[in-house]
């Protein structure tokens, strides 16, 4: 099963207390204070890793802990600080506190880690408050509460390239075709259930990735059909592919359609770059390509023709896609 959104109860180790404790050995006489310092609590962090693809772990654990830090003892012994606990999590989680709605993670590098909960300070013993005019001080600090916080964490799945559009407009076929990726496909709606990554080699050598997300429907942002929850997918996406069926009776107002979905959604993901492709052009209605290239040329969209089951214009395509993925990589990398 496929999770890409969980809620999680966070909360740092408390640190051990000081102690109050004074020297009693033979031949020392006035010993003093000797009482150690608590150990300060574990914190609790998130990991990212190449070794998962969904948060299903954190839909059966929904709370994580620290360890505690060990009181102080006699004889200046410090208590041991508590052990730290990692939650391991996929490389594109988003980690939001539930609370102030603040970013505290994005966890975009294998291997990134960052703390999302610290543990407590360890109490000082009564050793720390000996002076020339209280000799033998009778009290120590209590360790401090480690922080405690709710979180969402959501995985937002990093590919170059994302696919939209309204179900059965093709997405899946084409990943089908130019990837090893193997989607679900019927002639049914709502077929793909869940995002699907595909790698799709081109060039020498070479290759990007696209993500293919289930279909929306016009009101897809109130809820209707899987809602729009799915975008979250396609918002590190370098470019938008906008699938499109020329079978369709009315092409032009299918595209409006997801257009007006992606802008209710995000303006930041309506402004990235976005090629309209119209597929299934062995099966295109009387005029649908005509109406479709004039609404995508009038919205200042590039405009392609495929069909994923014929095979036609999809080789041209995927090396448009693959230069066009090839410079934003070096126009970023400037």
Not at 292 to 320: H, N
Request: glycine share 14%; net charge negative; proline share 4%.
């Amino acid at each position: 099963m496929f999770i890409d959104y969980a809620t999680i109860h966070v909360e740092g180790g408390a640190g051990g207390r000081g102690c109050v404790a004074f020297r009693r050995e033979k031949y020392v006489p006035r010993g003093g204070p000797s009482g150690g310092d608590g150990g300060g609590g574990g914190s609790v962090w998130v990991e990212a890793t190449e070794s998962m693809n969904t948060l299903q772990h954190l839909r059966y654990k929904r709370e994580y802990k620290a360890d505690r830090g060990q009181h102080g003892e006699g004889s200046n012994r410090s208590g041991r600080t508590g052990s730290d606990t990692v939650i391991s999590l996929p490389v594109g989680s988003v980690v939001t506190d539930k609370v102030t709605g603040e970013i505290i993670a994005d966890l975009v590098e294998p291997g990134q880690r960052v703390r999302v909960a610290s543990g407590g300070r360890g109490g000082l013993g009564n050793q720390n408050f000996a002076s020339a005019t209280n000799q033998a001080p009778r009290y120590a600090q209590p360790g401090e509460a480690g922080e405690t916080r709710d979180l969402i964490v959501e995985l937002k799945l990093i590919a170059d390239i994302g696919l939209v559009g309204l179900p059965n407009a093709g997405k899946s076929t084409l990943i089908s075709v130019i990837s090893a990726a193997r989607p679900k496909i019927a002639d049914y709606p709502f077929t793909t259930l869940e995002p699907v990554l595909g790698v799709v080699p081109w060039g020498d050598l070479e290759s990007f990735v696209v993500a293919d997300i289930p279909g929306l429907i016009e009101g897809a942002h109130e809820g209707h059909g899987l809602g729009d929850r799915f975008l979250r997918h396609v918002e590190r996406c370098r470019m938008l592919v906008h699938m499109v069926d020329l079978s369709s009776e009315d092409p032009a107002r299918d595209a409006a359609v997801i257009t007006a979905e992606i802008r209710a959604y995000s303006d930041e993901l309506a402004r990235k770059p976005r090629i309209v492709c119209g597929t299934k052009l062995d099966a295109a209605s009387e005029g649908s390509s005509e109406k479709l290239r004039k609404w995508a040329e009038d919205g200042g969209f590039d405009y392609r023709e495929i069909s994923a089951v014929t095979g036609a214009g999809v080789d041209q395509f995927v090396y448009l896609l693959g230069g066009l993925v090839k410079s934003e990589e070096k126009a970023v990398s400037r």
